[in-house]
T-cell receptor, first 113, second 111 residues
């Protein structure tokens, strides 16, 4: 079946620190992979995505590379800001059917000045 | 930009009330979804719909129903609200084999 496992939080970092949030997946086919971000009191927003192996998604200084050999899609940012404080969700799409997005449980990031 | 609009940001309802949560999307997406989000439990799918008048149960449909009379509108109904339905409710829509677009959420408190 399809599933996503992501790093348990919460994660607390100082401003300008390097961020990694781990995400691994299990899928039966060739999924697309996503990172969503949820700012306090808001819904989820698509942060970045990658649709095939070795693709790199990037947005707002965040990056993630689709690694088929390790079934991973880790989120990274070189220098976090207080405004990056949010909950981050890794997700995969199994390319079939309407209900095709599987979410991880989310990782809460807090960045302190 | 695709917009998914949820009619209320905050709602407070009494136990036993019938509650309607409305969601409207403006990009002609076929698929629409209702999730609830609770601390420590992540996102849990309640119901989804892949076409007008079509609905499918998600992981936790008990105590909820849905209605999709028009393509752009997907309503979540709590027939008789209970305190354990206090939660953040998120609506989303998607095209086939694409990522989801979420609304801003409705925080429902049942007292």
């Amino acid at each position: 079946g399809n599933s996503v496992t992501q790093m348990e939080g919460p994660v607390t970092l100082s401003e300008e620190a390097f961020l990694t949030i781990n995400c691994t997946y299990t899928a039966t086919g060739y999924p697309s992979l996503f990172w969503y971000v949820q700012y306090p009191g808001e819904g989820l927003q698509l942060l970045l995505k990658a649709t095939k192996a070795d693709d790199k998604g990037s947005n707002k200084g965040f990056e993630a590379t689709y690694r088929k050999e390790t079934t991973s899609f880790h989120l990274e940012k070189g220098s976090v800001q207080v405004s990056d404080s949010a909950v981050y969700f890794c997700a995969l799409s199994d390319q079939g059917g309407a209900n095709n997005l599987f979410f991880g449980t989310g990782t809460r990031l807090t960045v302190i000045p | 930009d695709v917009k998914v609009t949820q009619s209320s940001r905050y709602l407070v309802k009494r136990t036993g009330e019938k509650v309607f949560l409305e969601c409207v999307q403006d990009m002609d997406h076929e698929n629409m979804f209702w999730y609830r989000q609770d601390p420590g439990l992540g996102l849990r799918l309640i119901y989804f719909s892949y076409d007008v008048k079509m609905k499918e149960k998600g992981d936790i449909p008990e105590g909820y129903s849905v209605s999709r009379e028009k393509k752009e509108r997907f309503s979540l109904i709590l027939e008789s609200a209970s305190t354990n339905q206090t939660s953040m409710y998120l609506c989303a829509s998607s095209l086939w084999q694409d990522g989801y677009t979420f609304g801003s959420g409705t925080r429902l408190t049942v007292v």
